[in-house]
T-cell receptor, first 112, second 110 residues
C-alpha cells in the first residue's frame, strides 16, 4: 500500500543536540512538506520541496534544515538553534494541485 | 486578517444531531477546499474536498462552498461519538501548498 512513513514515532532531544526526523513516501508524489503542530494550535509550515534537489522555507524555518536528494525522501533536521523544538512534527506529500495532502503518522519530539 | 479562519470551539453537539463546522478564507482566488479530521495525538486525514460552488455529499458528510461569500462549511449528519475530533479547513490558493485554519474541536455528547 502506498503511503508516507515517518520515523521515529517519539524522539527525545537533549539541549544542544541536532536530531533528524525521517520522512519516506512511495506515492510517487513530487511535492513534500514539513509542518509543526503545537498543542491546541494549527499547522505551521517549516519547509517544502516541489522537486528533487530544491526546497523552500516556510513560515517558521529558523532552526531547521532539510534535504531532498531523492524523490521518496525528505528528512528534517532540528538543529540546536531551534530553542523551543518540543512539538508534533508532520510530514505530508501532494499529488498535484487540487489533490490535497497525504500525511504521515507524525513524530513527537520532546526536549529533555 | 488570517488567510483561513475557523472558530476554535469547542463545539458540543448531541449524538444524532447535525454538526455544522464553518470556515472563511481571505483570498478570493482560492480554488480548492479541503476538510481534514484529526483525532487527538494523531495525524490529519482527508475526509472531504470541494472545488465548485454548491454542496457535495459523501455519506454522512456534506461540504458546502460559497465562493462569493468566501465561505466553506462541513455538515455531519447523525453525529456519532467517533466524530469527536478537531476538524481542519485547508485551502489551495495558487499552488499545491495548502493553507490551514487552526481547526475546530468538535465533541459529540452521548
Amino acid at each position: 500500500d502506498g503511503g508516507i512513513t515517518q520515523s521515529p514515532k517519539y524522539l527525545f532531544r537533549k539541549e544542544g543536540q541536532n536530531v533528524t526526523l525521517s520522512c519516506e513516501q512511495n506515492l510517487n508524489h513530487d511535492a513534500m512538506y514539513w509542518y509543526r503542530q503545537d498543542p491546541g494550535q494549527g499547522l505551521r509550515l517549516i519547509y517544502y520541496s516541489q522537486i528533487v534537489n530544491d526546497f523552500q522555507k516556510g513560515d517558521i524555518a529558523e532552526g531547521y534544515s532539510v534535504s531532498r536528494e531523492k524523490k521518496e525522501s525528505f528528512p528534517l533536521t532540528v538543529t540546536s538553534a531551534q530553542k523551543n523544538p518540543t512539538a508534533f512534527y508532520l510530514c505530508a506529500s501532494s499529488g498535484g494541485f487540487g489533490y490535497g495532502y497525504t500525511f504521515g503518522s507524525g513524530t513527537r519530539l520532546t526536549v529533555v | 486578517q488570517k488567510e483561513v479562519e475557523q472558530n476554535s470551539g469547542p463545539l458540543s453537539v448531541p449524538e444524532g444531531a447535525i454538526a455544522s463546522l464553518n470556515c472563511t478564507y481571505s483570498d478570493r482566488g482560492s480554488q480548492s477546499f479541503f476538510w481534514y479530521r484529526q483525532y487527538s495525538g494523531k495525524s490529519p486525514e482527508l475526509i472531504m474536498f470541494i472545488y465548485s460552488n454548491g454542496d457535495k455529499e459523501d455519506g454522512r458528510f456534506t461540504a458546502q462552498l460559497n465562493k462569493a461569500s468566501q465561505y466553506v462549511s462541513l455538515l455531519i449528519r447523525d453525529s456519532q461519538p467517533s466524530d469527536s475530533a478537531t476538524y481542519l479547513c485547508a485551502v489551495n490558493r495558487y499552488d499545491e501548498k495548502l493553507t490551514f485554519g487552526t481547526g475546530t474541536r468538535l465533541t459529540i455528547i452521548p
